[in-house]
């Protein structure tokens, strides 16, 4: 049995960590598609305000086998 999958890039953030933005992301995707099979980091990004970093930004590229 051979199987199809697709990449599809997302963004997603969190004031908490990079690990938080994301298992954010992950689980947002999950509530819309089926059968993820796993997530690049493509890109880690924060957002500075006033000397201190206010948010972790990642680009994530996620797998899911087509039915």
Known sequence: MSHIAKII?????SSKSIED??????????STLDNIEGAWV????CVV???KVAEWRVNLKVTFLLK
């Open 9 to 13: 890039e997302i963004t997603s953030s």
């Open 21 to 30: 933005a994301v298992q954010t992301g992950i689980t947002k995707a999950d």
């Open 42 to 45: 493509q890109d880690i990004k």
């Open 49 to 51: 305000k006033n000397g």
